[in-house]
């Protein structure tokens, strides 16, 4: 059974920086695409960021595109999202996934993933 654990997430005051990562356990990373989502209470939950098993394909949300940058380390069994710049707006709990399917078809939407952890609360203060 694979887990997924975020860590990392935290409040700080806006333009300030914070790296949520992603522990995969019972699997290994190297097997997966994976992906980050965050959501805001009473609202669906959002497509962040997405990275691809091989050839380091990224896929980012125009909000946060060339602010958050994801990132994965197969040896560490770990992925990680660098946000960068924080504004109001990132406030959420933020999600890690993971899916087996090779295929692009859904890797920014949360059907697509099989795996997901908890959650992590950001809390950006203006």
Known sequence: QVHLAESGGGTVPAGDSLRLACVVSGGALSSYNVGWF????????????????????????????????????????????????????????YYCAARTAMSIDGYDQEWGYEFWGPGTQVTVSS
């Open 38 to 93: 965050r959501q805001v209470p009473g609202k669906e939950r959002k497509f962040v960021a997405a990275l691809s098993r091989n050839y380091g394909i990224t896929f980012y949300d125009g909000a946060v595109k060339g602010r958050f940058t994801g990132s994965r380390d197969n040896t560490k069994n770990t992925f990680y999202l660098q946000m960068d710049n924080l504004k109001t707006d990132d406030t959420a709990r």
